[in-house]
């Protein structure tokens, strides 16, 4: 039986939702502003810093992923 996407959503830890929906917003915006009827350099530069958002908290993202998997116990034991 599969579970539903709000069921899923509720097993994702509070930061990683918190940065999923950052991403979101972010990737959004940056593509609204791609649209806008704004001046070339206005636009260029609104895209830039806002895919540069995206951007960093997906590294954040991942880099808190690995720090998570690196940290997690995998099961053998040393000695």
Wanted: hydrophobic residues 50%; neutral net charge; contains cysteine.
């Amino acid at each position: 039986m599969s579970a539903t996407v709000p069921d899923k959503l509720g097993d994702i830890d509070l930061d990683t939702r918190i940065q999923y929906g950052l991403m979101f917003l972010f990737g959004a915006l940056c593509l609204v502003a791609a649209i806008a009827p704004l001046g070339t350099l206005i636009k260029a530069v609104t895209v830039a810093a806002l895919f540069g958002l995206t951007a960093g908290i997906w590294i954040s993202h991942l880099v808190q992923t690995i720090q998570k998997a690196a940290s997690a116990p995998t099961g053998r034991e040393s000695g």
